[in-house]
DNA sequence: TTTTGTTTTAAACAGCGTTTAAATTCATTA
DNA sequence: TAATGAATTTAAACGCTGTTTAAAACAAAA
C-alpha cells in the first residue's frame, strides 16, 4: 500500500514526459509502463485506460501551469501593467514548458468534438473581468476602442506561437536551442510593446 | 493502364482528406483504402509506405500553398502594401484550408528531428528578399529598424494561430463556424494594421 | 489469521502498418 | 490474334498496438 500513490505518479510522470515528447498517438502505453519501471497491468489498474490516463494528464496540466496566468487576468492591476506581466508569466512558463504548446494544439485538433466537455481547456482563454476591463477602458477613452475578442487572440498569438515554430525558426535561422531562448526572451518585452500600441487612441 | 493515374490520385485525394481531418497517426491505411475505393494492397503498389504517401502529400500541399505566398514576398512591391497583400493572401487560403495549419504544427512536432530535410517546409519561411526589404526600409529611415525574424514571426503568429485554436474560440465566444468565419475575415484588416503600425518610426 | 489493497504474470482480443505471393484483369503492341 | 506487361485483387502473414481478463503473489492492517 506504501508504493502505491508512488506507483501511480511514476505512470504518471512517465506518460506525461512521453506525451509531450513523442505526442499521446505516437506514445504506446507499454513504453509508459517500460519507462516508469512498472508492470502493463498497473496501467489498467490505476488509470482504466491509455485515454483516461491522457484526461488526467491534460487536466493536471492545464491546472498547473494556467492558475497563475488567471490571477494576473483577474487582478486590479492597470491595463497596460496587466499585459506586460501576463505576457512575461505566460512566455516564462512556456519556456520551461517549451513543448506545451505544441501537446495543447494537437490536442484542440484531436478532440475538436470534445473540446465543450474539456472544461481544462477553458483556462487557455481570457477571463470575464478581462474582456469587462478592455473594453471598459475603451469606453473611458484610455485606450482605442477594441474587440476584445480579437485583442486576446493577437496576444495569445504573439506569445504561443512562436513555440510552436520553433524548430522552423531555428532551421531557418541557423541558431542553437540558447539562441532560440534567447530570441524568446526579446519577446517578452517586444509582444507587449506591440499590443499597448495598438491600444493607444488614435488621432 | 488507363486507370492508373487515376487510383494514385484517388489514394492521394482520400488520404489528403483524412490527415487534414483526423491527422496522420489516427488515419489507418485500411481506412485510406476503403474511402478511396481500393484495395490496401495497391497503396504499396503506388507509395511504398503511409510514411511514403504522407510525404508526398505534405509535400504536394506546400508547394500548392505556398507559391503566391512566396511570390508577393519576393515582388517590388512597397513594403505596406506588400504586407497587406502577404495577410490578406494568407488568410483567404488558410480560410478555404482551415485544418492545413493544425496539421503542419503537428507535422512541425511530429518530425522534429527531421525537419532540416524537410525542403517543402521552407516555403513557409520569410525568403531573403522580404529580410532584405525590411532592413533597407529601415536604414532609410523609412520604418523603424526592426529585428526581421521578430516582424516575420509575428506577422505568422496573427495570420496562424487563430486557425489552430479555433474551437477554443468558437466555444469561448459561443459562435457558429459562420461567425468564426467573419471574425478571421475581420483579422485580414486588422493584422495588416497591428504589423504596419508597429513598424512606424517613433519619436 | 483473515482481510484488504497492491502488484505481477500470462494470456488473449481485434486492430494496426507492412510485406509478400499468387492470381487475375486488361489495354497495348508485336 | 496472341503475347506482353502493367494494374489490380485476393489472401495471408509478421510483429506491434490498446485493451481486458483471470489468477496468483505479496505486504501490511484488522
Redesign the pocket.
Known sequence: ????R???QKIFDAATELFLEKGVDR?????IASRAG????????YF????NLFDAIFTALMKKNSEELIRILNSDLELNEKIRQYVHVYIDMLSENPLLVSFVMSILHRSRERITEMKAINSLYATDQFTRQIIEEGKKGNIRRTDPTHFFVDMLSLIAFPFAIKMLVMDKNNITEKEFQGFILERKERVPEILIDNLRPRR
Do not use: P
Not at 500500500?1 to 502505491?4: D, I, L, Q, T
Not at 506514445?27 to 513504453?31: A, D, G, K, P, Y
Not at 482504466?48 to 485515454?51: G, L, P, T
Open positions: 500500500m506504501a508504493k502505491s508512488n506507483t501511480e506514445t504506446s502505453v507499454r513504453e512498472i508492470n502493463l497491468a498497473l496501467m489498467n489498474y482504466r485506460s491509455k485515454e
